[in-house]
């Protein structure tokens, strides 16, 4: 999943949830039935679930493209800066 993929996923989770909220309240709400509230939001969580969290196709359609191992090793690795002096705070 590329990076774009993952901003589409999350943001058809958001409105999936949402209106799956917004329709099991109005159900139970009509219904008068809590147990069919929780039970339509247990199964748009559930269909959510099986649509944002496996990695399909078109959550993929801008793939990272990595540099080689042997261009890798023609560019200097960044090195790490340390101070070995810290400074000492006055009050």
Do not use: C
Request: net charge positive; no cysteine; glycine share 6%.
């Amino acid at each position: 999943m590329d990076w774009q993929g993952q901003k589409l996923a999350e943001q058809i989770m958001q409105i999936m949830l949402l209106g799956f909220a917004m329709i099991a309240f109005v159900a139970g709400y009509v219904l008068g039935s809590f147990q069919m509230m929780i039970l339509l939001y247990a199964g748009g969580v559930t269909l959510t679930t099986l649509i944002t969290v496996p990695n399909w196709r078109f959550f993929n359609r801008h793939p990272l493209n990595w540099l080689d191992p042997s261009e890798a090793e023609k560019y200097p690795k960044p090195q790490v800066a340390v101070s070995s002096k810290k400074k000492a705070i006055k009050k």
